[in-house]
């Protein structure tokens, strides 16, 4: 059984299984805020669930390529919509900011000037 790891999660799937549905089914989101309620349900028309994938898995279908074709998904050639993709072996699955998932994930290192003085401020989770 291929191993999904996600969001800090580690899941088994069935070889096959469309990404998205595993997800849902573990509990897990492939979209960001409302896309997670107002999605196209994995019909590949609205991309919110797009995702960056390094492991083995389909390659994209007709439908997906028409969608990643047009923003703000265009050109970001490393995302893959998870209701297109069957998992076909073990995938570590990372979902980007913005609506669609389409912005890279900055994280600061910790102990860097940056993080340090936000310690100072009264909303600061450290």
Not at 3 to 24: F, K, N, Q, S, V
Request: proline share 6%; charged share 35%.
């Amino acid at each position: 059984m291929p191993t999904i790891h996600y969001d800090g999660e580690r899941l088994e799937c069935d070889r096959g299984e469309i990404l998205r549905d595993a997800l849902l089914n573990a509990g897990l989101s492939p979209h960001n805020g409302a896309a997670t309620r107002l999605n196209c349900g994995g019909r590949a028309t609205c991309g919110t669930c797009a995702v960056r994938i390094d492991g083995d898995v389909s390659e994209p279908s007709a439908a997906e390529r028409r969608r990643l074709g047009i923003p703000p998904l265009r050109g970001q050639d490393d995302l893959r919509l998870s209701c297109q993709t069957e998992v076909l072996g073990d995938v570590d699955v990372r979902k980007g900011d913005g609506l669609w998932g389409q912005r890279e994930r900055v994280e600061e290192p910790r102990g860097s000037i940056e993080s340090d003085e936000r310690t100072d401020t009264p909303d600061s989770t450290q």
